[in-house]
């Protein structure tokens, strides 16, 4: 049996508790760093904006600016127009979903009382949780701006970004970090869009469906269902939770039908939406993505799931090139979207 020598000993027990306090101190600051990566998230379709702008000479600060404030100045615009309504239904919502819970309850037979106590407490904690996780509003702000801020420095200079964190990478292996480094940009620069695009659309047809219906407060849950489908899989059913629930108040057909509705706009959206929008160039097992999505509830609550996909995209990325290609030597496809991408940091 061969023993390590005292000098092998303290420095691997020594570098075991710089990996050890390193890690707590990643947990401890999950919050922030899951804001920064939200922050690096947004920048990047900032940033080809801003490219697109430096092509017609237009400083890249100043595009910055000019992209942020547009896209501040369109959602001022569409908030002042539909603030009112929205108010309204949103307080509607509020006040009936207790009366709908209920409702649901009453039907189940006998067992109203310990199935009105677990939706109370599940409901109470679920509140709890949600504001425990942002704190107040000030806090709240002060992360929203911190997703600007490094959106913003992010566009107005990449390559400082790019190029810092290629210096970490030795000489030999810079160029396949540059290349991976592209790549995932390029995922999750092509997700975001996908995701934009597919809100505003489901926004659309749930709003359509469920006025369609004569569903009380439609506009809100539409607005619910637009903003939830930033978190895919799990956020569009968990918008349909409130929209079936308003409907059951008026007949349990029209819950039946505002389901029917759930379903089939995720039909359109996974059979047609999605591929559309995405073209083969983003590819997700749905397995992995749900269980990824639990993981990372489980260990970081709502601001974990919010962040899991495009996470988890990126990472796939660097899995595959780094390890599937690099290492075991199997060739895989890494999608359109995947290609590598050095324009951005």
Known sequence: MTRWPARDVLRASMIAAVVV????????????????FLGI???????????????????????????????FAALEGVGAALAPTLTDQV????????????????VLNGRLPSISSQLSS????????????????????IYLLLVLFIAVYLAVDPELYYQGLLHLVPHPHRERAAEVLGSMAGVMRR????????????????????????????????????LLEFVPTI?????????????????????????????????????ILIPVLMKGQIDLPPALTIVWQALMALAFGFLGLLVAVPLLA???????????????????SLGRAAEPDRTTG
């Open 21 to 36: 306090f390193a890690l707590i101190g990643l947990w401890y600051a999950s919050t922030i760093l899951i804001f920064v």
């Open 41 to 71: 998230l947004f920048g990047l379709p900032l940033t080809a904006g801003v490219d697109r702008l430096a092509r017609w000479r237009i400083p890249r600060s100043m595009g910055a600016l000019i992209l942020v404030a547009a896209t």
């Open 91 to 106: 307080r509607e919502i509020r006040d009936r979903l207790p009366e709908a819970g209920a409702k649901v309850a009453s």
């Open 122 to 141: 599940g409901a109470a904690q679920l509140a709890r949780h949600a504001l425990g996780v942002l704190g107040s509003t000030v806090e709240l702000l």
């Open 191 to 226: 997700w975001l869009l996908t995701q934009c695009v597919a809100m505003v659309t489901i926004g659309v047809l749930w709003g359509i469906a469920l006025a369609a219906l004569g569903v009380k407060a439609a506009l809100a849950l539409a607005v619910i269902a637009g």
């Open 235 to 271: 956020g569009p059913t968990i918008a349909a939770i409130p929209a079936i629930a308003i409907g059951f108040l008026d007949s349990p057909q029209k819950a039946l039908s505002v389901l029917v509705v759930y379903l089939v706009v995720q039909g359109i959206e996974s059979n």
């Open 314 to 332: 990126a990472l796939l990325v660097a899995i595959k090139m780094l390890y599937v290609r690099d290492v075991v030597g199997d060739s895989v």
